[in-house]
């Protein structure tokens, strides 16, 4: 297995337009998460996934995201009409199922998808 | 809802300095516990972790954390760093009523100086 791979890794794209993101975790992880992070801060949660079932979408997030893993493998993030504000770093990450015991819910990261928007 | 505090955005060291980095957390039930580390030009990854029984853990390179749950707080040590140590620290956090969603602090930045 190669770890969580992300792709593209860096896309610049004007203001208006719609940008997706694709994530590939590690083949036995079920729980896929998606984070943003800009310049001094830490990840930013914004949803995850326990096999293709979305259970969570963080309320800082607004209806121009949406993320979806239809077969329970690979993710996709969307951001309709970028503005300049989601200027950040996108990251993946996956974990096994924190119900198969301890140290099922550590994360493993992807390199993360730069977003700059102009 | 979770949140993590680290105490100092950036740290400067020279080699061999003893390390302490804070971290405190604001939750009443039961976590588990990270630091996560980003070297220059590298993912993310795992440090140490706290799960349960012995509150003093050891990570790779000589890093361990102390877990004070009276305190809710996870603090990094490490007696002498090095050079390649250089890197920015994440503290983090997660819980079962939280659906093990993992919350991450803003991080610290390290140098160490040769």
């Known amino acids: 297995d190669t770890g969580v791979s992300q792709d593209p890794r860096h896309k610049i794209t004007k203001r208006g337009q719609n940008v997706t993101f694709r994530c590939d975790p590690i083949s036995e992880h079920n729980r896929l998460y998606w984070y943003r992070q800009t310049l001094g801060q830490g990840p930013e949660f914004l949803t995850y996934?326990?096999?293709?079932?979305?259970?969570?979408k963080s309320r800082l997030l607004s209806d121009r995201f949406s993320a979806e893993r239809p077969k329970g493998s690979f993710s996709t993030l969307e951001i309709q009409r970028t503005e300049q504000g989601d200027s950040a770093m996108y990251l993946c990450?996956?974990?096994?199922?924190?119900?198969?015991?301890?140290?099922?819910?550590?994360?493993?990261f992807g390199a993360g998808s730069r977003l700059t928007v102009l | 809802a979770q949140s993590v505090s680290q105490h100092n955005h950036h740290v400067i060291l020279s080699e061999a300095a003893s390390l302490e980095l804070g971290c405190n957390y604001s939750?009443?039930?039961?976590?588990?516990l990270f630091w996560y580390v980003q070297y220059p030009g590298q993912h993310l990854q795992l440090l140490l972790k706290y799960f349960s029984g012995d509150p003093l853990v050891k990570g790779i390179k000589g890093f361990e954390a102390e877990f004070i749950k009276s305190k809710f707080s996870f603090n990094l040590r490490k007696p002498s760093v090095q050079w390649s140590d250089t890197a920015e620290y994440f503290c983090a956090v997660n819980a079962i009523t939280g659906g093990f969603k993992t919350i991450f602090g803003a991080g610290t930045r390290l140098f160490v100086k040769a």
């Open positions: 939750y009443g039930g039961t976590v588990n």
């Open positions: 996934f326990q096999n293709e079932a979305q259970l969570e």
């Open positions: 990450a996956s974990s096994l199922d924190p119900g198969t015991g301890s140290g099922a819910n550590v994360l493993t």
